[in-house]
Structures are given as structure tokens and as C-alpha cells.
């Protein structure tokens, strides 16, 4: 069941995007608002809260920032007044022109990309804030998680990306893109809302990328966010997924393929003493044990 609102207090919120002297509230002040119009009706609460956050964020944003705000809710009809009223009365002298020539603000597959570790976390943490519509249901399906994690297992990135097309309904090129990031963030948003379990995300995450996996502590602050977001968060970023990154049909593809059949079977002897080293590598007394 998605809950409304999870926001924290403001001040709590302020203090995150603050936190290791990166201001980033002006990134979440662009995600919030995208995902705000996304949405044609609010109820009062949804207003309100949405109204107290952008407000404080305003006072920190730059004038792009706040010129990408404004376009976005002037073409929006329910947009609040208050927050109108506080663009309008921020807006810098004409003649240096910076709030007029403000380049359009990228959709929020790309903000999020762009986004650091951090910015990521924050966006996660606070993203069931909206209800944004999913145009269809992830596969979550028994066979379709062992696949994706399989093909973890064997470095096969390929045959994962693939495999995570189809169960999130999305582009080939957001999933190879999903696959292939360096950080590993949208690894977690995809397993948390296929319904994965803790120690298949920790095993994806420990061979897919060895950018990810050779980190003992990046695998660590991975499987915390995993815990740390909720179902509703990753759904709503699945459906900004599916809608801004383009939905594409699921190929018809037989199950196992001849080529994934050979790769399974050249790595078997291997992949096993390799998976088994890999698992050595976790904290025993961090969240990352098996569950």
C-alpha cells in the first residue's frame, strides 16, 4: 500500500542536503517539483507539504534553478500561489537576464543520473512523496529475479540488461544504462521493486559491476539504501522510468537461450569458488548477511 507523505520535518531535510558540505537542495527542489506536475490533482495535504518544502528550498536555489521551477509551474493549472508569489518576488534585475535565458531542465531519468551518491540517497529517501502512475506492474516474477541474478553471477551485463527490460517494462537503452552505471543506485531501485530479497541485491551488486563490487563499503551503503527505501519510492521511480525514459514491449525471447546455456556452463566450475571468495568479502555484522 503506498503511503502519502513521508517527508521528514524541513529542518531534518535541510540538514541532509547539507550534509558533507554539498548543497543539493536545489537539485531536490527541481525533483520535487517535476514530480509535483506529474500529478494533475493534489489533495490539501499533499499541497501543504509540498508548499513547506519548496518554500525553504527557494531560499537556496539558484536563479536557473528557480527559473526551471517557475516554467514548470506556470504551465501547470493547480499550481500554488504561494510558491508563484515567492519565484516571482525572487526573480533578478531584467538586464542581467539569467532568470529569461535559463536552459530547460533535463526530465528526471536524466536528473537522476546525473545525480551524485548523495543526491540520489535524498531523492530515494523522499520519493513516495508522489503518487506518479506506473504505465504497467514489474514482472517479479521466480524465475525472471534467478535469471538477473545468474547472470550477475557470470559478469554477464549483457544478458542482464536484457533480462531487466523486460521485467520493468522500460527501453533497452535505460536498461542497459541501468546495468552498466557505475554507482549502482538504480541496481537497488530495480530490485526493490521487483520484490527482491536483501542477500540476491547484495550477491547482484557484489559481481555485476566490478566497479561497485570491488568496494566492499560502496556494496555496504548500497544494501542500507535498499533498506532505507521504500517499495512506494521505487515504484514511483519506475514509473518516471517507464513514462520519461520510454516503455518498450518485452522481446520475445525464448527462455534459455543456446549462448546463455554455453556461458553458464563455461563458467560453472569457476563462477562457484568465485562466488564463494565474493561472499568473504561482506561485514559479518552489518545488514548485509543473508536473509
Not at 10 to 30: F, S, W
Not at 49 to 69: H, N
Request: one cysteine or more; hydrophobic letters at 45%.
Amino acid at each position: 500500500m503506498r503511503k502519502s507523505f513521508a517527508f521528514p520535518t524541513l529542518d531534518n531535510l535541510v540538514d541532509l542536503a547539507c550534509r558533507d558540505g554539498v548543497d543539493i537542495r536545489p537539485t531536490l527542489l527541481r525533483v520535487l517539483t517535476d514530480l509535483y506536475v506529474q500529478k494533475p490533482v493534489h489533495s490539501s495535504e499533499e499541497e501543504v507539504q509540498y508548499v513547506e518544502l519548496a518554500l525553504g528550498l527557494i531560499e537556496a536555489a539558484d536563479a536557473p534553478t528557480k527559473a526551471v521551477v517557475a516554467s514548470r509551474l506556470a504551465a501547470y493549472p493547480a499550481a500554488p500561489l504561494a510558491i508563484l508569489s515567492k519565484l516571482e518576488s525572487q526573480k533578478p534585475p531584467a538586464e542581467t537576464k539569467p532568470y529569461i535565458e535559463a536552459k530547460a531542465e533535463p526530465d528526471l531519468v536524466e536528473l537522476f543520473f546525473a545525480a551524485s551518491a548523495d543526491e540520489r540517497r535524498l531523492i530515494l529517501t523522499n520519493l513516495d512523496v508522489i503518487d506518479v502512475p506506473m504505465q504497467r506492474r514489474p514482472a517479479a516474477a521466480g524465475d525472471m529475479i534467478a535469471r538477473l541474478e545468474n547472470a550477475a553471477l557470470h559478469h554477464n551485463v549483457g544478458e542482464f540488461a536484457r533480462t531487466l527490460e523486460r521485467a520493468l517494462g522500460v527501453s533497452q537503452a535505460l536498461a542497459d544504462r541501468i546495468a552498466n552505471d557505475p554507482s549502482g543506485e538504480p541496481i537497488v531501485v530495480a530490485a526493490k521493486a521487483l520484490g527482491m530479497k536483501a542477500a540476491v541485491v547484495q550477491r547482484i551488486l557484489l559481481f555485476l559491476n566490478p566497479q561497485v563490487g570491488q568496494s566492499v563499503k560502496q556494496v555496504y551503503d548500497l544494501a542500507r539504501l535498499f533498506d532505507e527505501i521504500t517499495p512506494a519510492a521505487a515504484e514511483s521511480m519506475l514509473a518516471i522510468w517507464q513514462q520519461t525514459g520510454g516503455q518498450h514491449r518485452p522481446r520475445h525471447e525464448p527462455l534459455h537461450r543456446d549462448g546463455a546455456h554455453r556461458n553458464a556452463r563455461s563458467h560453472a566450475t569457476h563462477g562457484g569458488h568465485s562466488v564463494a571468495r565474493r561472499r568473504d568479502l561482506l561485514p559479518s555484522r552489518s545488514r548485509l548477511s543473508e536473509r
